[in-house]
């Protein structure tokens, strides 16, 4: 089942150490199967706000993106971006191959009280 790690990003102001992340980022996902799916793209906000930018980098699994995020590689460049960019980054798991919502919404249904 694939997995994402996903970053909503704030706006910060231009800095070098940034610019060396995102040149040296690629080469810490790369060996766990990862790929940019998002990046450097502009969104289009449809309902709330969500301000800054989204990054989404795509993995096989949830075990390869675990261990991209705690990689000593990738540990050693994250203090680049996190000293100059706030923001809130989850590792989540897709569905898999097949998945139906109705099945989702059946159980939902099912666990409502009786009326």
């Not at 998945?99 to 159980?107: E, H």
């Amino acid at each position: 089942m694939p997995a994402y790690a996903i970053a909503h990003l704030q706006e910060a102001a231009p800095a070098a150490e940034i610019a060396e992340y995102v040149e040296r980022i690629t080469a810490t996902f790369e060996p766990h199967g990862g790929r940019f799916l998002v990046h450097a793209a502009q969104h289009e906000v449809k309902e709330g706000s969500w301000p800054g930018h989204v990054v989404v980098i795509g993995f096989p699994g949830i075990i390869e993106a675990r261990a991209w995020w705690d990689s000593p590689a990738y540990q050693e460049i994250a203090p680049l971006r996190s000293r100059h960019i706030e923001g809130d980054i989850i590792l989540v798991e897709g569905v898999p191959e097949g998945y139906d919502p109705a099945a989702t919404a059946k159980a939902m249904r099912e666990a409502l009280p009786a009326e």
